[in-house]
């Protein structure tokens, strides 16, 4: 397959498309340029090109996205329909309230939806993010404790995000270690935890795929201590309607909307991080809140300890809207998500578990986590299997994360595939264990039938170059 070519290297100037060079043009002669650094190109071959491109683009709409952490379910077209409402789309932020009351309205109730979904009393929508989401509840431990506690514990199984959101706050950080079985060790935590403690910051189920099983001792442990608790709740799609972060005994949470609420994510699009507390932290929360007075619905700014605005507005409310859309169209089907979720990620464990490394043999929560490491003696890396992946016309598996596992091959396939995608991709998962021993060159060269080869992803996201430079006609 050829490269295709940059909308700079065409070059169709002159043709009949292209409008005249020398038509007078109403402008001053000052602001007149003789030439620009543009492409040059006629109207049907911009069409066809980013057509073209387009068709190269692989997404969820057109394949299984298996990628770990990530989420990536199908989003369903009603959210977007819904999202496009007149009413919704073309809303102006500082509209008076007297106009805005359905989104309001909207806004208010979606909070009310979470909160009985993860067990909080309070959320707030303003974050835009998981990480933006963790970020503010670092805020609110901090102006809970003041300069008294000053430690953050993170389980190393935890997301990358919990350490650096701390840190942004600027707390130390502690690590707690994994034990045998995927868990958080608890002799090690109760070692770590004391006095200058102020949050332990806890992702369940974890990036092992694992829900923490002795999560309501390990709440205990830190409450004895004085301490808050946060769960980050980005990996819900395996909690829903089954256990509440809140009944586990957090006190804190964030919801990822763009993951377990099919809002759409990817590519750095908008998110939303909704944070859930408990009341007695709910004087802390970001400002503006939405209230309801009567029957109808205000902001309120005026909370004297609220760590202030987060976020411009209201946070990201064309997410609200599909989320809202999402949780009202399942009802009371939303447990029906996480247990599919669940099993379609067991189901893909026990079936590729002879063929490839298994580090903790359990039941998984909704993604399971494999090591490419069995295939070092044949020369082949998890990178290699992930490239073949794409040969076949799947998205690759996140690769290498989490970083407690060598050579990890995290799946989560999500509750939106069938069985019949499910066996498609472990049969071509077992067809390349069984490449990776007889044929390692395949896996060596792949990607083959992609429109580029193998990249150089490590200068990619290092050193990224993103502008084309032209030949300058100019100079
Ligand atoms: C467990 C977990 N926590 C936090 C995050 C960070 O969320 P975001 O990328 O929206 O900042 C993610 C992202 O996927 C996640 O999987």
Known sequence: MTTPKLIFEYNTKNTEHVPNENAEVDLPNDLKRKELSIPDVNEVDVIRHFTELSKKNYGVDNGFYPLGSCTMKYNPKINEDVARFHGFAN????????????????????????????????????????AHGELTACMITRKHFGAKRNKVIIPDSAHGTNPASAAMCGFEIVEVKTNSSGGVDLDELRSKVDSNTALLMLTNPSTLGLFEENIVEINKIMHDAGALTYCDGANMNAMLGITRPGDQGFDMMHLNLHK?????????????????????????????????????????????????????????????????????SYGKMLKRVSQIAVLNANYIMRSLENHYQLPYNKTCAHECVFSGGSFAKYGIHTMDIAKRLLDYGFHAPTIYFPLIVKEAIMIEPTETEGKAMLDAFINTMKKIAEEAEKNPDLLHNAPVSTPVGRLDGVRAARQPNLRYEPVCRIC
Not at 261 to 270: A, D, E, K, Y
Not at 281 to 294: A, Q
Not at 299 to 327: C, K
Request: net charge neutral.
């Open 91 to 130: 809303l102006h932020p500082q509209s008076p309230l007297l106009n805005v009351q359905g989104s309001l309205q909207l806004m208010y109730e979606l909070e009310q939806m979470l909160c009985e979904i993860t067990g909080m009393d309070v959320f707030s929508l303003q974050p835009s993010a998981g």
């Open 260 to 328: 377990t609420f099919s809002t759409p994510h990817g590519g750095g699009g908008p998110g939303s991080g909704p944070v859930g507390v408990k009341k007695f932290l709910e004087k802390y929360l970001p400002v503006p809140r939405i209230v309801k007075k009567d029957d109808s619905y205000a902001l309120e700014f005026n909370i004297q300890e609220s760590i202030g605005r987060v976020r411009s507005f209201f946070g990201n409310f064309g997410m609200h809207v599909r989320a809202y859309t999402y949780i009202k």
